[in-house]
């Protein structure tokens, strides 16, 4: 591997957490990984080539864990921004 596949002045953060009081919306989190987690990004786009290469900050599929978020998976996948051009 050559470097990250993601390059910081290159990229397009298209999903990231909301603020550290609009994080959790229920259950429990410590105040430090609510203020870790605010604004930090979920989904980055870098345009390579003629397609993109999507990046999750996290697996989207591990257990079902988070609710909504194999929607985001299923559009990287199927409706890339390039299928829309």
Do not use: C
């Amino acid at each position: 591997m050559q470097g990250p596949p993601l390059k910081l002045d290159k990229r397009i953060n298209s999903a990231y957490f909301l603020g550290v009081d609009k994080l959790l919306v229920s259950g429990y989190m410590w105040e430090e990984n609510r203020k870790q987690l605010a604004y930090k990004p979920l989904v980055m786009i870098e345009r390579q080539g003629q397609g993109n290469v999507i990046g999750f900050t996290f697996d989207p599929n591990f257990r079902a864990y988070r609710d909504g978020i194999n929607v985001l998976f299923l559009n990287a996948v199927f409706r890339d921004p390039p299928h829309g051009r």
